[in-house]
């Protein structure tokens, strides 16, 4: 059953364009909603995350816009960087089933 | 932020042979870690969820008989591929949460790439 469906899978912008990946989830008991940034060979790490409570979230280049009624949040990547190619995750949390459920993954390519 | 470590980093191993995986929490006390497995291009797979001094909790499908974890302490959790396939071959991840943390916030270790020939 996947509760968690994220787009697109790849993505690719030109060095300062913007970057956006969407995120939307079925389970309406989520808590937590984050994206998380892979590179290579590495393990995931948070970027930014949202409560449900709020509707955005900035932080530097990295907004967060979230849609409770549409059950989907997703992620703006402003003035995008080469740095900025990686694979990126929506990951909902739910503290009931104290899990995270990751979403299938978007490859972000952004050209010099 | 925290840190966590897994090592090895890369493993190859012969078809039958078990390999253990070590994630361990270098500056905080991990009460809970989590084990994820990702194959390539794809998303990650929860494969259990382990506490400080209490068995594991696998997730539907997976084989806790093939895929044992210990957490025997607050730093330090292991996984032991045991018999391993070519088809366990992956990129094994762990991530830990500590009781000071907030239950919805985790910190990755680097993963582990296993391969079996």
């Known amino acids: 059953q996947q509760q968690v469906k994220q787009s697109p899978q790849s993505l690719i912008v030109q060095k300062g364009g913007i970057s956006i990946i969407n995120c939307a989830y079925e389970n309406t008991a989520f808590d937590y909603f984050p994206w998380y940034q892979q590179f290579p060979g590495k393990g995931p790490a948070l970027l930014i995350a949202i409560r449900p409570d709020v509707s955005e979230k900035k932080e530097g280049r990295f907004t967060i816009s979230f849609n409770k009624s549409a059950k989907q949040f997703s992620l703006h990547i402003m003035d995008s960087q080469p740095g900025d190619s990686a694979t990126y995750f929506c990951a909902p949390y739910s503290y009931n089933f104290n899990k995270f459920y990751f979403g299938s993954g978007t490859k972000l390519n952004v050209k010099p | ?117």
């Open chain 2, 1 to 117: 932020g925290a840190v966590v470590s897994q090592h090895p980093s890369r493993v190859i191993c012969k078809s039958g042979t078990s390999v253990k995986i070590e994630c361990r929490s270098l500056d905080f006390q991990a009460t809970t870690m989590f084990w994820y497995r990702q194959f390539p291009k794809q998303s990650l797979m929860l494969m259990a969820t382990s506490n400080e001094g209490s068995k594991a909790t696998y997730e539907q499908g997976v084989e806790k008989d093939k895929f044992l974890i210990n957490h025997a302490s607050l730093t330090l959790s292991t996984l032991t591929v045991t018999s391993a396939h070519p088809e366990d071959s992956s990129f094994y991840i762990c991530s830990a949460r500590g009781p000071q943390l907030a239950k919805n916030i985790q910190y990755f270790g680097a993963g582990t790439r296993l391969s079996v020939l």
